[in-house]
């Protein structure tokens, strides 16, 4: 018998031999080796610099001129409750579906998450395949139509795995761009220096064992395609356009996502030519040609509307230049998925300070396709906010008071919608896409893609209205105090800071 200290006395020792054995052979090449880990250190450093400040591809991080539209419609999708009972409002991926069965000479979409798998949890809309057989039913009646389909690695998990939507759609000629996200800039530096140098050399597909993430049925896949997700970067934008118009979305043609609130535009206008050479842009660094489509040149209505299409950081400029220009008696209504970019929250206390109203609807950030989250990064920042209304009114201030938080009230959907909406003297400017309030989309990391709209009385209105729906609980139950998830807990303020500034995080 061997008693429990005979027995790790004896594990110590075969454990230690090996090490004690390594000993001589270190000490003799202490030089080498200590020049060996400077270099890969220097490297290591070297390579993460070149990470975060590598050139954008051309045609990325744009600002588009204003222009007058024929058409522009601000389009909502709600799940909320009634009585108990959840209910869903939904429209955008109908009017999709519209602009895809009117196209007679092309189609360019440009879609971020695109795939039927999901928890088995809820009864999700089929909205994958939905999109899938309008485009292939559109092609059989139009045999020239050219369609191009844009899309994220995540959708073949990196390549662990094929698509059987996208796969169907290229047998049908459709023309399919998986981004090459490797040319984009790493919002996680520390990790993607370790995946240029060492790891993207041995690929991503091959036999598979690990569970898919997103999915309880899904495919599996490599541990490999999991190290490459962990570079945390996307092409993330979603927009449609065709000859009759075009799109720009905070929607997903994803079935786990189908019952998350949502916006989106729907536009007729000069902004359309924009989007369509963005997203060659787009294709372009990723190894394919877009045709140079011609668009028709359509009416600009005199005193409707103007918008102006924006991507990646030039978002986060113009939202910055409509908070520096808030005064005392200007409004500001954000809904938002997520919210933490810290020079954006800088920016909206000092409109605050200046006498601006803001009004913050955010996620709670507690559902993820299925699974629980744990309120990161929302509940910290709406915690700094109504710390900053505490103080100053504590204080005789002005401006704390002038910011309130509230959250949608989720029942394992999202509250995914990316809109603001400035209220002024000077009119109503909105703003609103793809993009996160986030460190990782507004700062040229991921590929986004949202609207400025110079809204008409009625357009303005209409924002006004659907805010206010959901602000008041009209109709419907949609929103709680902020009280309801409220979090003080400095651990999580600390992992909040943390991964926001480096990049070690999904938000």
């Given at each position: 018998?061997v008693?429990?200290?005979?027995f790790f006395?004896r594990a110590?020792?075969r454990?230690s031999?090996?090490?004690?054995r390594l000993?001589p052979i270190?000490?003799r090449?202490r030089?080498?080796?200590?020049?060996a880990l400077?270099?890969m250190?220097?490297w290591?450093v070297?390579?993460?610099?070149?990470g975060v400040?590598m050139p954008?591809?051309?045609?990325?991080?744009?600002?588009g001129?204003?222009?007058?539209?024929e058409r522009l419609?601000?389009?909502?999708?709600?799940?909320?409750?009634?009585?108990?009972?959840?209910?869903?409002?939904?429209v955008i991926?109908d009017r999709?579906l519209?602009?895809?069965?009117?196209?007679?000479?092309?189609?360019?979409?440009?879609?971020?998450?695109?795939?039927?798998?999901?928890m088995?949890?809820?009864?999700y809309?089929p909205i994958?395949?939905?999109?899938?057989?309008?485009?292939?039913?559109?092609l059989?009646?139009?045999?020239?139509?050219?369609v191009t389909?844009i899309?994220?690695?995540?959708?073949?998990?990196?390549?662990?795995?094929e698509?059987?939507a996208l796969d169907?759609?290229e047998?049908?000629?459709?023309r399919?761009?998986?981004?090459?996200?490797?040319r984009l800039?790493?919002?996680n530096?520390?990790f993607?220096?370790?995946?240029?140098t060492?790891?993207?050399?041995?690929?991503?597909?091959?036999?598979?064992?690990?569970?898919?993430?997103?999915t309880?049925?899904?495919q599996?896949?490599t541990?490999?395609s999991?190290l490459?997700?962990l570079?945390?970067?996307a092409?993330?934008?979603?927009v449609i356009v065709t000859e009759d118009?075009?799109m720009v979305?905070?929607a997903?043609?994803?079935?786990?996502?189908?019952?998350?609130?949502?916006?989106a535009w729907d536009?007729?206008?000069?902004?359309?030519?924009?989007i369509?050479?963005?997203?060659q842009?787009?294709a372009?660094?990723s190894g394919?040609e877009?045709?140079?489509?011609?668009?028709?040149?359509?009416t600009?209505?005199?005193?409707s509307s103007?918008?102006?299409?924006?991507t990646e950081?030039?978002i986060?400029?113009?939202?910055i230049?409509e908070?520096?220009?808030m005064r005392?008696?200007?409004?500001?209504?954000v809904?938002?998925?997520?919210?933490s970019?810290?020079?954006?929250?800088?920016a909206?206390?000092?409109?605050?300070?200046?006498?601006?109203?803001?009004?913050l609807?955010?996620d709670?950030?507690?559902?993820?396709?299925?699974?629980?989250?744990?309120?990161?990064?929302n509940?910290?920042?709406?915690r700094?906010f109504m710390?900053?209304?505490?103080?100053?009114i504590?204080?005789g201030?002005?401006g704390g008071g002038?910011?309130e938080?509230?959250?949608y009230d989720?029942?394992g959907e999202?509250?995914h919608?990316k809109?603001?909406?400035?209220?002024?003297?000077?009119?109503?400017?909105?703003?609103?896409?793809s993009a996160?309030?986030t460190?990782?989309?507004?700062?040229?990391?991921?590929l986004?893609?949202?609207?400025?709209?110079?809204?008409?009385?009625?357009l303005g209105a209409r924002?006004?209205?659907y805010?206010?729906r959901?602000?008041?609980?009209?109709?419907?139950?949609f929103?709680v105090?902020?009280?309801?998830?409220?979090?003080?807990?400095w651990?999580k303020?600390v992992?909040?800071?943390?991964q926001?500034?480096?990049?070690l995080?999904?938000?």
């Amino acid at each position: 018998m061997v008693f429990p200290s005979e027995f790790f006395r004896r594990a110590r020792h075969r454990i230690s031999g090996p090490f004690r054995r390594l000993g001589p052979i270190v000490a003799r090449h202490r030089r080498r080796l200590r020049a060996a880990l400077i270099v890969m250190g220097v490297w290591w450093v070297v390579v993460m610099a070149r990470g975060v400040w590598m050139p954008l591809p051309e045609g990325l991080s744009t600002s588009g001129p204003e222009s007058g539209v024929e058409r522009l419609q601000l389009l909502t999708d709600i799940t909320y409750q009634r009585d108990g009972v959840q209910r869903t409002e939904q429209v955008i991926f109908d009017r999709v579906l519209g602009l895809i069965d009117r196209a007679d000479r092309f189609v360019v979409i440009d879609m971020f998450l695109f795939d039927d798998e999901h928890m088995g949890d809820r009864d999700y809309r089929p909205i994958t395949r939905e999109l899938t057989d309008r485009i292939l039913a559109r092609l059989e009646a139009v045999p020239t139509l050219d369609v191009t389909f844009i899309t994220d690695e995540i959708n073949n998990f990196y390549g662990a795995y094929e698509s059987p939507a996208l796969d169907s759609l290229e047998e049908a000629g459709v023309r399919i761009v998986i981004t090459d996200l490797g040319r984009l800039r790493d919002s996680n530096p520390i990790f993607s220096s370790l995946w240029r140098t060492y790891f993207q050399w041995f690929g991503t597909a091959g036999p598979a064992f690990a569970p898919h993430p997103l999915t309880s049925t899904g495919q599996r896949v490599t541990l490999r395609s999991y190290l490459k997700l962990l570079n945390m970067k996307a092409n993330h934008r979603k927009v449609i356009v065709t000859e009759d118009g075009c799109m720009v979305l905070s929607a997903n043609p994803h079935d786990a996502s189908s019952f998350h609130s949502n916006i989106a535009w729907d536009i007729k206008g000069g902004v359309c030519a924009d989007i369509l050479e963005s997203e060659q842009a787009v294709a372009a660094f990723s190894g394919h040609e877009v045709p140079a489509h011609l668009m028709d040149e359509w009416t600009e209505l005199e005193g409707s509307s103007t918008t102006r299409f924006v991507t990646e950081g030039e978002i986060q400029t113009v939202l910055i230049d409509e908070l520096e220009v808030m005064r005392a008696g200007d409004r500001l209504d954000v809904a938002m998925f997520y919210l933490s970019g810290r020079r954006v929250i800088r920016a909206i206390k000092s409109a605050v300070r200046r006498g601006g109203r803001v009004r913050l609807l955010l996620d709670p950030n507690k559902d993820a396709f299925g699974r629980p989250k744990g309120g990161i990064p929302n509940r910290q920042v709406a915690r700094e906010f109504m710390a900053m209304a505490e103080a100053e009114i504590g204080e005789g201030g002005m401006g704390g008071g002038g910011i309130e938080v509230r959250w949608y009230d989720t029942h394992g959907e999202q509250f995914h919608t990316k809109l603001l909406a400035f209220h002024t003297n000077r009119g109503t400017t909105l703003l609103g896409g793809s993009a996160n309030l986030t460190r990782r989309n507004l700062g040229d990391y991921n590929l986004e893609a949202n609207l400025l709209v110079r809204a008409n009385d009625t357009l303005g209105a209409r924002a006004s209205d659907y805010f206010e729906r959901l602000w008041s609980n009209r109709d419907g139950h949609f929103s709680v105090p902020y009280e309801a998830y409220a979090d003080d807990s400095w651990v999580k303020r600390v992992m909040y800071r943390l991964q926001e500034f480096a990049g070690l995080s999904s938000f």
